[in-house]
């Protein structure tokens, strides 16, 4: 069974910084993809970033148009960590940030069926 452990939300000022940690623990597969997807109040959950991997090698990274510049997906292989730099947050950032695991890197990062492990959200407060 993979779970996956996230940390790292909070409040923060606009323009400011925070990094969201995601910990993959488990059996996984050598080729593997993970995604952070957030919802906000009221609205629809959406995809954030994504990320594909095989072995140690990244070979993928996708990003909503409306945080690509600012945020940044990476992976710690190591220690089997994803991780969701965001900077220059703005009020609009304000969600709940899920991370996301799974097998299926046919499909789309963008696709939250591509996923079959979810962690607990993190509440990712941005004030004006």
């Known amino acids: 069974q993979v779970q996956l452990v996230v940390s790292g939300g909070g409040l923060v000022q606009a323009g400011g910084s925070l990094r969201l940690s995601c910990a993959i623990s488990g059996r996984t597969d050598s080729a593997y993809a993970a995604g952070w997807f957030r919802q906000a109040p009221e609205k629809e959950r959406e995809f954030v970033a994504g990320i594909k991997w095989s072995g140690g090698w990244t070979y993928l990274t996708d990003y909503l148009d409306a945080v690509a510049g600012r945020f940044t997906i990476s992976r710690d292989n190591a220690n089997n960590t994803v991780f969701l730099q965001m900077n220059s947050l703005k009020r609009e950032d304000t969600a709940v940030y899920y991370c996301?695991?799974?097998?299926?890197?046919?499909?789309?990062?963008?696709?939250?069926?591509?996923?079959?492990?979810w962690g607990q959200g993190t509440q990712v407060t941005v004030a004006s």
């Open positions: 996301a695991a799974g097998g299926r890197i046919t499909m789309s990062a963008r696709d939250s069926r591509t996923y079959d492990y």
